[in-house]
């Protein structure tokens, strides 16, 4: 059964880091591309970073570039976001997802609290 288990969250002071992981089981990941969204309170669900399945170009969003980093393990079936210099605004519930040909699958998620 597939499954995505997100690790890693919690609170941290502004400037502060942290490190996600997202590991999946049920599936064998390395064919497939896989991101990171996040939802703040109020908020839609946005894309955060992605990272390719074959070649590892890696995406993010503006308000994440150059403070956060994606990576993956395919040995491990794990994909971390490696964030820094946090600040409040990247407060958020981050949910880890795989993408399938026609299809997509959650994580859970995991709560991120930047806040002094």
């Known amino acids: 059964q597939l499954q995505l288990v997100e690790s890693g969250g919690g609170p941290v002071q502004p400037g502060g880091s942290l490190r996600l992981a997202c590991t999946a089981s049920g599936v064998n990941v390395e064919s497939y591309a896989m991101a990171w969204f996040r939802q703040a309170p109020g908020k839609d669900r946005e894309a955060v970073s992605c990272i390719a399945s074959t070649d590892g170009r890696t995406y993010y969003a503006d308000s994440v570039k150059d403070r956060f980093t994606i990576s993956r393990d395919n040995a491990k079936r794990t994909v971390y976001l490696e964030m820094n210099s946090l600040k409040p605004e990247d407060t958020a519930i981050y949910y880890c997802?795989?993408?399938?040909?026609?299809?997509?699958?959650w994580g859970k998620g995991i709560q991120v609290t930047v806040s002094s």
């Open positions: 997802n795989i993408v399938f040909p026609s299809s997509t699958y």
